[in-house]
């Protein structure tokens, strides 16, 4: 299998079809903050970080005894508890555990010991003094537990996610580019980011820098709150080079 196909199989096992496009859709359409950042000459970067988290098992725990020792303590007191929804999720828990599907396993067991228990009379009186003492003190050791295995899940998957957007995204956005450019085509981003390139880069930005003060005085800038980092960046380059010449371009922001 290509990294492409693996990155592309997780981000759709992950967040489905839908979501995948939409995601992959705005990596594409924010390609201007792809360039601006030189991402596209890292991927060597996300390869190695997709290979390294590979070997990494977010959910280990879950396949710990000592994890579900613990939720064998807590769950006959969950049953005598007697709620209708936690025993729900007892059921969901133990159902997804014997079908080996852990990340909805943890989704269920963060929805019943996502946050620590305090006594109340109601638990009192269908447990016992003893009975809530006791599941109170398990069951908020599970939740620690639960707590820690979901916020390392939800950072592995997160930085899983980052790069395997990065690794497909880098390859749309090349193909992107190579059909636009086999066609003789530009869009709204390829023009802001050539014009930047002729305002920046030393080979071009004396001579276009030039041309512009000498035959624009002024400079109108509507829905200035909109504007972008690299249309910001035209217009610093523009500004500080005609101060450098002594220029007198003025600018008004709507």
């Not at 000592?66 to 807590?74: A, D, L, S």
């Not at 059921?91 to 396993?105: H, S, Y």
């Not at 003190?137 to 599970?142: D, F, K, P, R, S």
């Not at 217009?235 to 709507?254: C, H, M, N, T, Y």
Request: glycine share 4%; aromatic share 10%.
């Amino acid at each position: 299998e290509s990294l492409e196909y693996e990155a592309l199989s997780f981000l759709y096992f992950k967040f489905e079809l839908s979501n995948t496009h939409s995601i992959l859709e705005t990596h594409i359409n924010s390609r201007l903050d792809w360039w601006s950042g030189s991402w596209d000459t890292q991927s060597d970067l996300f390869i190695r970080q997709w290979n390294e988290l590979k070997t990494i098992d977010p959910l280990s725990e879950l396949r710990s005894a000592q994890f579900w020792t613990t939720f064998g303590q807590v769950k006959p007191l969950v049953e005598r508890n007697g709620l209708k929804r936690e025993l729900g999720l007892v059921n969901k828990i133990v159902e997804t555990r014997e079908a080996d599907d852990l990340d909805a396993c943890l989704v269920h067991l963060k929805s019943l010991f996502g946050k620590k228990r305090v006594p109340t009379a109601a638990m009192e009186q269908r447990l016992g003094i003893k009975g809530q003492k006791r599941f109170l003190e398990v069951a908020n050791q599970l939740s620690e537990m639960v707590l820690d295995v979901y916020d390392g899940y939800i950072e592995t998957v997160s930085v899983r996610m980052d790069c395997a957007v990065k690794i497909i995204g880098n390859q749309l956005i090349s193909r992107y580019q190579s059909l636009k450019h086999a066609d003789k085509l530009l869009d709204f981003s390829d023009l802001e980011w050539n014009v930047k390139n002729l305002l920046t880069l030393e080979t071009e930005a004396a001579h276009t820098l030039s041309r512009l003060d000498t035959r624009y005085s002024h400079i109108l800038v509507d829905e200035f709150q909109d504007t972008n980092p690299i249309q910001w960046s035209v217009l610093r380059s523009w500004i500080k080079a005609s101060d450098e010449i002594g220029g007198a371009v003025r600018l008004f922001f709507v």
